[in-house]
């Protein structure tokens, strides 16, 4: 007789645990709980996983982490994984104003900077709220609250652009014990100071916690498998492939690029072209290729496109080279664009006087800066993000990219039929609905 069970009361460790005895049993998971509960896991997942490396095992257990206090850096790093899954404090929706600064030179220079950045930040947001109110009046039949929620949304979205990347946040990480490891792998050889000193503590206090799943290891050598001179060889390579290659080359590409061959297209053509809106493109349909876009975007908005894991997304280094995004200061009248640029120009400069290293530079610096963005996605990821991304809720510098996007993909794949907004006007009180509230 079929059966189904569902046990989710189990710690990690032990939910991998009885998982994986179905790879040796073919008992009911009612007797291998039972076998769980007398042995516990520390012995098994020391045998199998850790010593045998039968990673497979410790995908079976999840955990949740939450990172306070971290910079807006160090969480786009943590994120920066197709596997990723979790929440991020959002700058769209949420003052900013008494979170704390990471200030890693530590001067009255570099204060002075950041300083800066927040009294703009903080000092212009009843301004910008009256251009918005100006330029977007109440409609008949808008309700006031959420008309004044969706004002207060959109001045936080033109303002984000000054904040500095250094400003703190929260965010959660929901992983498997696997993939926790794997990543961390990585995040703790990471060139940042603050990034690769987080990912340390976190290896430490999951090997405390789950101490039979191997994350001892994550740092000394990665898998504790071989020789010692095995392991050194290993560790050297490792820190070289972080030191130099965590950041992507500052190069620029052609916007569009496609594997994506249109005669196999034809033969799901009728699939392509009767597809309801909402409805996603199988994922099989993964095999007939890849679309790469590449273009400049400011790092605000490159954080909201990396939030899309199906696909390749890296995270380059924020830096002054490529200018600061237009739209911010299209938002602005004359007398405050003009103010606006004036600081953007004197908090280059502080910048370069301040720091010298690219990779702490980068705290100082405002997310409107606008940086190479590459993204790689298999044609249903790209269908999905272009329709998903068109909509007047997603950020306006984003969303412009997005059409850019629509336009070069239907040139060249015209059979396949997207459920799009193209229209120019990205205003619309909707932003005012999106929150979370207590009922």
Known sequence: MSKIRIIDNLNPEDNAMLQALYSRSAESVDNHLEKVKKAGSGKFMTQYYVGYGHKSIADCGSTTVFLENVSLLTAK???????????????????MANQRIIDPVDSEASKAILQKWMAFYTGKQERVAEIIRERHPIQEGEKPDVYEKAVKARTFDVLRGFLPAGITTQLSWHTNLRQAGDRLEWLSRHPSPEIRNRARSLVFDLSQKYPSSGFGKVVASGSGVGTDQEAEERERWKAAVAQNYMYPAQKRSPFFKTTVDNKELARYENMLATRPKGCELPHFLADLGQCSFNFLLDFGSHRDIQRHRNGVCRMPILS??????????E??????????????????????????????????????????????YALPAAVY???????????????????????????????????????????????????????
């Not at 994120?79 to 929706?93: A, H, I, K, L, V």
């Not at 002054?320 to 200061?329: A, N, Q, R, S």
């Not at 502080?350 to 963005?373: H, K, M, N």
């Open 385 to 439: 993000v272009m329709e998903l991304r068109s909509g007047k809720v997603v950020h306006p510098s984003l969303r412009r990219k997005v059409q850019e996007m629509i336009q070069a993909f239907s040139d060249a794949h015209p059979t396949v039929r997207l459920h799009v907004d193209t229209s120019p006007d990205d205003w619309t009180v909707r932003r005012g609905t999106q929150t979370i509230t207590e009922k």
């Open 77 to 95: 790093a943590v994120q920066d994984s197709p596997m990723y899954s979790g929440q991020e404090t959002s700058t769209r929706y949420i003052d």
């Open 331 to 376: 938002q602005f009248d004359d007398a405050l664009r003009a103010e606006a640029e004036s600081l953007i120009l004197e908090q280059t400069l502080a910048t370069d006087e301040v720091c010298e290293d690219p990779v702490l530079c980068q705290y100082y610096l405002a997310l409107g800066f606008r940086v190479p963005t590459q993204v790689t």
């Open 320 to 329: 002054t080279l490529y200018g600061f995004e237009p739209w911010y200061l």
